[in-house]
């Protein structure tokens, strides 16, 4: 009985933190549908976003959840400016290589800055309810947890709205199925990269908020971040937000049991089974279209 | 073209060989053929200012530094002004070594002094011992550290880093059978300073008859503590016997919050002993009853311990609570030069090396003493949570409170 | 010609080699192994990242590998003459190459962008099974071996001139890559892949004999590592920003050249053991890097060596042109890949 309750336990709170990876697998992967540009700065973004967050909550006493729309400008910004600087002046046919060297060294600059302005302490934002849970049926529900998931619902939810029924959705939509038709219909490739970094940028911050409620973190933390979000684009195929939502279900949700019911050690371990499982079996992905081979 | 250039080389390197041989003969009498006892005595250390380590780094510095202010206030060691030469490892084992080799060999220090943590000491004390120079250590108390057996090497602190937790089981197993836990759960980090520490005590307890109801390891990685708090608050253990590191111990305190389970005793081998971090992070009502090792804190009355703790403030600002024990351990390494230099008259490696082999020395963290390995042989403290401050509870000759038992519940 | 061209490596190599007899000072034969173990690893990166056009960013998983394979072998067997471990280098090249070829047959199914990231994933995979499985590599809490018994005042010759052994090596397959039927493959398959197989080239043939030399070159410089640390930690041994130095180190030479890897090691290596010993303690350390990093991408996006062919070859042409007679242009083939850059 006890390893049912366990198991269930593991289960509600891998869904409660798929929000979060939700969230931040649904920038990476627009930004690869946009651009065909794998983000590795995504997880130092995330972890800005928290340092954002935590310096305007120990400053100003702003909730997270109250600093997201904050935080999603500033960084809105900085992504556009990231697009701009870095990887806009790349050739067309070396943008595939460099792209992935360049946003890993953007990564290793805000991890520098991130070291210099916050040092390397580990912080973590500590509000009033931090540690509040409620108990149902027996299983403990954490409010962080579930506020997060909301939250991450609810970013998701207007992301969808902006997609679908924007001007700015449409035209990025349009780039991601057909680049050139889409430069024929008068969309300007350029300003749709800026935009959908950008795009991609502040869904980091307002994931950002949330992580850092959740748990410590530090300039180093991205990298960890990073290899599970990728993962879980793999997972749900590259440049599909709905395929990043429901990997990071699955991902996070079989991490999670597996802590639970086998040992800790073995749950990071659940992201990578399945990165490899997905690419032997289906390397599109779920919702991903047929790769294109080298 | 070719040609010219193989004699030439044939020449220089024979003009190598003589300069080498040279050298190496006066190497060989293991005296600093540098050090020519006048002007300033300058110490190296390589220390992660950068990195994972850089906070512990920062806190080494500043012992290090403190401890040269406030000799050079003295007059300086026998007559000569004391000058750090301080580098960034960057938290590497490769850039330890090339520090090392940098501050020994080209820029001739004097003497030097560890590094942060025994992962950066380990190779870092190699090279000292290579050639010929002693390594006072404050952070690299692994038993990989002492396993190298290496003669020139002191670890200061009162002793072995795994050895941390014995006080707890000492001080657990001297109570009245009535008030002795009957159970245990072990949540331990995969660290060579956490898990080690746990595994200490857990022998001593099953040997006294505390059953293990659980022990869960967890690799260092891990952010989410959540399902191995789970597991243990499903045991329902008398004391939590945590093998932990900084995060790992917030993480485990926030989870058993949010659990809502408070067993009857709490022991966390670090994290819990840092007076700033431990109550922000974990909030300052939950940190009661909570017990932990400790080897020097404010209140101590241990050798310069005071005047430590006063230039401490001045220099740096801040409470003596919030004094991190880092700079005390790395101010001692300190202390033992004074010591030597008092008892001998002379401060070169090898007077310092055979010296603290005998007898025992006194700085901040007590009376050191060490075996042949540079293994301490003293012992640590145990600390407790008491009122939002962090007190010495036994053994009795240094504690300052008694121990508080069964543990508060949590928030008050 | 072609003696000449010779006598530039060879001249090279016996100079390295020599240097240690010039009674150079231990700390300086410290950075020149440092800086010989990445230009090892930058060569061997450039056949798969370089010639074949895969950008793996987890070659640090096998460097991780060779270091591992190292100490747990000499954790069961006693070294006595500080010779053993370095014989046992090939023996650990071959273990890697065999672990490689299953790796690198599914890794390279897939296109570059979708191959990095499953590089970076085996990265992490390999950290993990260090750090976790204890009984074997010790864990968290690291591995020993057994310091060498060398004697103090020539302590690091030995690793110094196995590391220039390994570098002769690594360079001498590079150039027997470019000048072989190997070579015109790789920069078929490089430029198309489709096409590449259409015509008729073994293209997943090829890019297996590159991946496997490839890692198996990186985890012997992983051993000698191990060895000179004494000491091997999961978070070290296996870590990513080894894999971005050899990558940026071999971009800054010039991907698919010869001498272009062994250049940017050169120059970064000791740019980067500089700037730490001076602006370390700042913090700026990592920013520079980075910066350094995104200039180099940006704007010598060939790397050096490449670049400089092109302006020589350039001012050659354009010399011609001025003085009208008919120029002896060189194949550009040739020039951009025999790499002849070195005196």
Redesign the interface.
């Known amino acids: 009985m006890r390893h049912v309750h366990t198991l269930i336990q593991g289960v509600i709170l891998g869904v409660l933190t798929s929000g979060v990876f939700a969230l931040m697998a649904s920038g990476q992967t627009l930004i690869f549908g946009i651009m065909?540009v794998?983000n590795l700065a995504q997880g130092a973004m995330v972890i800005l976003g928290a340092y954002l967050s935590y310096q305007l909550f120990t400053s100003f006493g702003l909730d997270p959840f109250l600093a997201i729309p904050v935080t999603t400008v500033i960084m809105f910004v900085l992504g556009v400016a990231v697009q701009w600087l870095?990887l806009r002046?790349?050739?067309k046919d070396?943008r595939?290589?460099?792209?992935?060297?360049?946003t890993?060294?953007?990564a290793?600059?805000i991890?520098?800055?991130m070291?210099?302005t916050w040092h390397t302490t580990s912080r973590s934002i500590n509000t009033g309810y931090a540690n509040s849970s409620w108990s149902l049926f027996g299983y403990q529900i954490t409010l962080v947890r579930l506020w997060a998931f909301l939250l991450s619902l609810a970013v998701l939810g207007l992301l969808y709205l902006l997609l679908n029924h924007t001007r700015f959705g449409r035209a990025v939509r349009a780039t991601v199925q057909n680049p050139e038709s889409a430069k024929l219909l008068g969309i300007e490739a350029d300003r749709v990269s800026a935009l959908g970094f950008g795009l991609g940028a502040a869904t980091a911050a307002a994931a950002g908020s949330v992580y850092g409620l959740l748990y410590p973190f530090n300039p180093g933390s991205h990298?960890d971040l990073?290899?599970k979000l990728?993962?879980i684009v793999?997972l749900g195929g590259?440049g599909s937000v709905g395929g990043a939502v429901l990997g990071a279900l699955i991902a996070s949700t079989s991490s999670a049991v597996v802590a639970a019911t086998v040992s800790p050690?073995?749950s990071?371990?659940t992201f990578?089974v399945i990165?490899?499982a997905i690419?032997?079996v289906r390397?599109q992905g779920i919702f991903g279209t047929t790769?294109?081979?080298? | 073209?070719?040609r010219k250039?193989h004699s030439k080389?044939t020449w220089?390197?024979a003009v190598?060989?003589c300069?080498?041989a040279l050298?190496?003969s006066g190497?060989a009498s293991g005296s600093d053929s540098a050090d020519s006892g006048h002007g300033p005595l300058v110490i190296g250390a390589s220390v992660s200012?950068?990195g994972d380590f850089?906070d512990n780094g920062k806190a080494v510095q500043r012992g290090y530094q403190l401890w040269a202010d406030s000799i050079n206030a003295k007059g300086g060691l026998l007559g000569r002004k004391v000058k750090f030469k301080?580098?960034?490892?960057?938290s590497?084992?490769?850039?330890v070594?090339?520090?090392y080799?940098?501050l020994?060999?080209?820029d001739h220090v004097n003497l030097v002094f560890g590094p942060f943590s025994s992962?950066l000491t380990?190779?870092a004390s190699?090279v000292a011992k290579?050639?010929g120079y002693a390594f006072l250590e404050p952070a690299g108390g692994?038993p990989?550290v002492f396993?190298?057996h290496l003669h020139n090497l002191f670890f200061v602190q009162p002793a072995p880093s795994v050895s941390s937790g014995d006080v707890f089981a000492k001080w657990v197993l001297s109570l009245p059978a009535g008030q002795r836990p009957k159970t245990a759960a072990y949540a331990e980090l995969?660290?060579?300073f956490a898990?080690?520490i746990a595994e200490n005590i857990r022998t001593a307890f099953e040997a006294a008859g505390i059953k293990t109801v659980y022990k869960q390891v967890y690799?260092?990685?891990t952010t989410d503590l959540s399902p191995v708090i789970s597991g243990v608050a499903a045991a329902h253990p008398d004391v939590l016997v945590s093998g932990t590191q900084s995060n790992d111990a917030y993480a485990q305190v926030k989870s058993l919050v949010q659990l809502k389970f408070s067993p009857k005793f709490i022991f966390m081998s670090n994290g819990a002993n840092s007076p700033l971090e431990f109550p922000d992070k974990v909030g300052a009502g939950n940190t009661s009853g909570i017990m932990s090792a400790g080897d020097w804190y404010p209140s101590s009355t241990a050798a310069g311990s005071a005047e430590f703790a006063a230039a401490y403030v001045k220099k740096y600002g801040g409470t003596a609570q919030q004094i991190d024990n880092t700079s005390a351990e790395a101010y001692s390494c300190g202390q033992l030069l004074e010591d030597v230099a008092k008892k001998t008259a002379k401060i070169d490696n090898a007077t310092i090396i055979k010296s603290l082999h005998s007898g025992s020395w006194p700085t901040l963290l007590g009376d050191l003493a060490w075996n042949a390995d540079g293994a301490p042989t003293s012992e640590f403290s145990l600390v407790q949570w008491q009122g939002g401050k962090l007190l010495p509870v036994y053994p009795a000759a240094k504690a300052q409170a008694a121990p508080v038992y069964p543990k508060p519940n949590w928030g008050g | 010609m072609n003696r000449l061209r010779a006598?530039g490596p060879v001249?090279f190599f016996?100079t390295l080699a020599?240097l240690p007899?010039?009674?150079l000072?231990?700390?300086s034969i410290?950075?020149l192994i440092?800086t010989l173990m990445f230009a090892v690893m930058s060569s061997s990166w450039n056949l798969v990242g370089g010639f074949a056009?895969y950008?793996s960013?987890g070659h640090a998983a096998f460097f991780g590998i060779g270091a591992y394979a190292e100490a747990i072998w000499f954790s069961h067997h006693s070294v006595s003459s500080g010779y053993e471990p370095f014989l046992m280098l090939p023996a650990i090249g071959l273990l890697a190459a065999l672990i490689g070829l299953p790796i690198g047959a599914?890794a390279m199914?897939?296109?570059?962008?979708?191959f990095?990231?499953?590089t970076?994933?085996l990265l992490?995979?390999v950290q993990?099974f260090a750090?976790?499985l204890?009984s074997i590599t010790g864990?968290?809490?690291?591995l020993?071996i057994a310091?060498a018994p060398f004697p103090?005042?020539t302590?690091e010759r030995p690793f110094y001139y196995v590391l220039v052994g390994l570098l002769a090596l690594a360079m001498a397959i590079t150039f027997a890559v470019m000048r072989s039927k190997v070579g015109l493959s790789l920069a078929a398959?490089r430029g198309?892949?489709?096409k590449a197989r259409g015509i008729g080239i073994r293209v997943t043939g090829v890019k297996l004999l590159a991946f496997t030399v490839s890692v198996g070159l990186t985890a012997m410089v992983g051993a000698v590592?191990a060895y000179?640390?004494?000491?091997i930690?999961p978070?070290?041994a296996v870590d990513?920003l080894i894999t971005?130095a050899m990558?940026?180190m071999t971009?800054l030479g010039g991907r698919a050249t010869l001498w272009g890897p062994v250049l940017g090691a050169f120059i970064l290596e000791s740019a980067q053991?500089y700037l730490?010993?001076r602006l370390?303690?700042s913090?700026?350390?990592?920013?520079a890097?980075?910066?350094v990093?995104?200039l180099i991408?940006?704007l010598l996006?060939r790397g050096i060596l490449p670049t400089v062919q092109d302006r020589i070859r350039r001012r050659r042409r354009r010399q011609a042109v001025d003085s009208g007679s008919p120029t002896r242009t060189q194949p550009a083939n040739a020039a951009a890949t025999a790499g002849g850059g070195q005196a």
């Not at chain 1, 790769?291 to 080298?294: E, G, I, M």
């Not at chain 3, 199914?109 to 979708?114: I, P």
């Not at chain 3, 913090?283 to 920013?287: A, D, G, T």
Request: hydrophobic share 50%; glycine share 4%.
């Open positions: 065909k794998v870095f002046p790349l050739r070396d595939s290589e460099l792209s992935l060297l360049i890993f060294a953007v290793l600059l991890e520098g800055v070291s210099i990298y990073i290899s990728l993962s793999i590259l050690a073995w990071e371990m990578f990165l490899i690419l032997l390397p790769v294109r081979s080298a | 073209m070719k250039k080389r220089q390197a190598a060989t300069t080498l050298a190496a190497c200012l950068t850089a301080i580098v960034d490892d960057l590497s084992p490769s850039q070594i090339t520090n080799q940098n020994i060999n080209r992962l380990v190779p190699q290579r050639y692994g990989q396993d190298q995969d660290d060579p898990s080690p690799p260092a990685e | 006598a001249a016996a020599s007899s010039f009674n000072a231990h700390w410290n950075l440092f056009g950008p960013l599914v199914r897939t296109r570059a962008d979708v990095a990231i499953v970076i994933t992490f995979v993990m750090f976790n204890h864990g968290a809490q690291g020993s310091p103090a005042a302590y398959l198309d892949e489709d590592w000179y640390e004494g000491f930690y978070q070290f990513p971005i990558v940026l971009f053991q730490a010993y370390g303690g913090q700026v350390y990592l920013i890097y980075a910066l990093f995104l991408m940006l996006p």
